[in-house]
Each structure stands twice: as structure tokens, then as C-alpha cells.
């Protein structure tokens, strides 16, 4: 069964440097997002993309955050100038088409920050 | 009013037990409704889908009822493996998921 792949694993990473996440949607998906969660609480969403641009982003996406799709495969999240609070699990999903259909999530990154 | 609400548990069942897992949400998450398990530490993974009508799969059954904003999930027959977090999931108008926090389940030999 196709899959969201995700990497790396785990990333330990100084406050205030950046970070890329990296995600390789499912190939015939055309909507990508990002979620993240905090250790013992909810999946919280932070941005939707779609034909390239970003569709819809939570207030969690501020100016550190962005995304991009550099080819046809990966698609990224970059925090710039990491802060303590970054420190969570990121996942990627994605979706085949439209607004109803289900996210498959990819198995996260655990993101840690020093 | 908190956008999609669950009763966090835990739920501590033994083996053969029938389990129920109520939800409720508000109408900024109301597109559509999903239910998700959560392994500790893992990614979301889609259990079902859930429809007006109601829909079953298996040993899962899932309820919409959209006048009082309720959602449920019922287990069957529950198994050790079903042990997880449920998530109640619905879904805003742009597309983005809005998750509960999740009901944690323990089944029990």
C-alpha cells in the first residue's frame, strides 16, 4: 500500500538554527499538509498546499515556518530560528483529491530542540 | 466552545468488551468527520470515515448526527490490539483536520 514517507526520523537541533522536515507525499495525491504535536497534546494543523501555493495555514505558521515543493516528489517544511516550543512531532499528510477526502499521515518526525 | 471534544478516558476494558466513544463538535469543524487511532508516539492512522447514515466496518460502527453535533464510535468485541488513542477528527472548510484530543483505550486479557 503506498505511503507518506517522512525523514529523518528524529532531529536534534540547537535553538535558533533551521531545520528542514522533509515529506514525500502519496504519488497521485495533489493536497499536502503539515501537522504537528506537542508531547501529550492534540495534532494541531499548521499549513495545507495545493498547485503550489499554500491554501490555508493556521496562526501556529507564522513567519518562521515555510513550506515548499522543490519537484515533483518532496515536499518541505523549514522553521527558521528554532525556539524550545518547536520542540514536537511533525507529520506530513496527504490527500487524493478535494476537501472530503481522508489524510494519509506520514510517521512523523520527532523534532528536539537544545 | 472547544471545536471538537472528547471524553480523554481512559477507557479500561477486558477482552470481548463493547466500548463506545462519544464526540462532539462545533461548526467551524463540520465538513466532514473521521475517526483515527493513535499508537503511542505514531502517526494518526485513518480508522473510517463517518456518515449520516452511519456506517460500520466491521466491528467498528460509526454515528453522525448532525442536529446535535454528536459523534460516536463503537468497538465490538474488543481486542487487546485495539488498545490506542481514538481520535475524533472533523474537518474545517479549507480541508485542514480539527482533532480532538483523543480517548485512550485499554483492553485488558
Known amino acids: 500500500e503506498p505511503e507518506v514517507t517522512q525523514t529523518p526520523s528524529h532531529q536534534v537541533t540547537q535553538m535558533g538554527q533551521e531545520v528542514i522536515l522533509r515529506c514525500v507525499p502519496i504519488s497521485n495525491h495533489l493536497y499536502f499538509y503539515w501537522y504537528r504535536q506537542i508531547l501529550g497534546q492534540k495534532v494541531e494543523f499548521l499549513v495545507s498546499f495545493y498547485n503550489n501555493e499554500i491554501s490555508e495555514k493556521s496562526e501556529i505558521f507564522d513567519d518562521q515556518f515555510s513550506v515548499e515543493r522543490p519537484d515533483g516528489s518532496n515536499f518541505t517544511l523549514k522553521i527558521r530560528s528554532t525556539k524550545l516550543e518547536d520542540s514536537a512531532m511533525y507529520f506530513c499528510a496527504s490527500s487524493e483529491t478535494g476537501v472530503h477526502q481522508p489524510q494519509h499521515f506520514g510517521d512523523g518526525t520527532r523534532l528536539s530542540i537544545l | 466552545r472547544k471545536e471538537v471534544e472528547q471524553d480523554p478516558g481512559p477507557f479500561n476494558v477486558p477482552e470481548g468488551a463493547t466500548v463506545a466513544f462519544n464526540c462532539t463538535y462545533s461548526n467551524s469543524a463540520s465538513q466532514s468527520f473521521f475517526w483515527y487511532r493513535q499508537d503511542c508516539r505514531k502517526e494518526p492512522k485513518l480508522l473510517m470515515s463517518v456518515y449520516s447514515s452511519g ?47 483523543g480517548t485512550k483505550l485499554s483492553v485488558k486479557p
Do not use: H, M, P
Open chain 2, 55 to 101: 456506517n460500520e466496518d466491521g466491528r467498528f460502527t460509526a454515528q453522525l448526527n448532525r442536529a446535535s453535533q454528536y459523534i460516536s464510535l463503537l468497538i465490538r468485541d474488543s481486542k487487546l490490539s485495539d488498545s490506542a488513542t481514538y481520535l475524533c477528527v472533523g474537518r474545517g472548510s479549507q480541508g485542514n483536520l480539527i482533532f480532538g484530543k
